[in-house]
Every structure is written in structure tokens, then in C-alpha cells.
Nanobody, 127 residues
């Protein structure tokens, strides 16, 4: 099990940027594939981005491709989500998630594939 703590959320105007961070506890961070999800009021939690345990593979939902970048620093036990050109429809609570991975290039895109979750950080984009 790994403990995850997100930070970096806030209120920004459309077109601006934010970088979310997710710090993980434990010494086996490099064994986990990581993902970012978001949940807007009244909507289901949706996949945003994922990264394999080594960072060699990534994936994004179509609506954020070209604007968001997921990355990780295994020495710092941290995964990041750089969000550029933010839009009002990006407003949501953003969660990071972790899943043990036994293959270096595997990542996951469904919430049920993740075993550990952070508490979430609010991102609000005004128009």
C-alpha cells in the first residue's frame, strides 16, 4: 500500500497553467504505475492521464492531449501533471492513483485498476 498526497490545485483563469504534484510514501514508488483522474460535480470520475512505472509509456484522455503532460520522478517519489491552456471544462477535483505494476511499460486507464488513491485537489478554471 502507498499513501498519496496531491497538491498544486487552485483557481486560475482560462488559458493559464497549473502543475499538480502527487507525493507518494514508501520505498517502492518505482513499482507503481500512476494515474490522474478527475471528478466534476454530478459526474463520474474520469481518466485524465497515466504513466508506467518507469515513465516510458504514457496515455491521455482525448480532451487533454496536447495540453496536459504527465511525468514522474522516481527519486522523489512524485508524479506530476502539468496542465496548460486550461479550460473551464477542466474544473474538477483531481486525484492521483497508484497500482502495482509488474511490467515496465504498462499503465492503466480505469479507476478499478488502481488500488490506492489520494484525497484530491481542487482545480477551478474561470472563463
Amino acid at each position: 500500500q502507498v499513501r498519496l498526497v496531491e497538491s498544486g490545485g487552485g483557481l486560475v483563469q482560462a488559458g493559464e497553467s497549473l502543475r499538480l504534484s502527487c507525493a507518494a510514501s514508501g520505498r517502492t514508488f518505482s513499482s507503481y504505475a500512476m494515474g490522474w483522474f478527475r471528478q466534476a460535480p454530478g459526474k463520474e470520475r474520469e481518466f485524465v492521464a497515466a504513466i508506467s512505472r518507469t515513465g516510458g509509456s504514457t496515455d491521455y484522455t482525448d480532451s487533454v492531449k496536447g495540453r496536459f503532460t504527465i511525468s514522474r520522478d522516481n527519486d522523489k517519489n512524485t508524479v506530476y501533471l502539468q496542465m496548460n491552456s486550461l479550460k473551464p471544462e477542466d474544473t474538477a477535483v483531481y486525484y492521483c492513483a497508484a497500482s502495482i505494476s509488474y511490467r515496465t511499460l504498462i499503465y492503466y486507464t480505469r479507476p478499478g485498476q488502481y488500488s490506492d488513491w489520494g484525497q484530491g485537489t481542487q482545480v477551478t478554471v474561470s472563463s
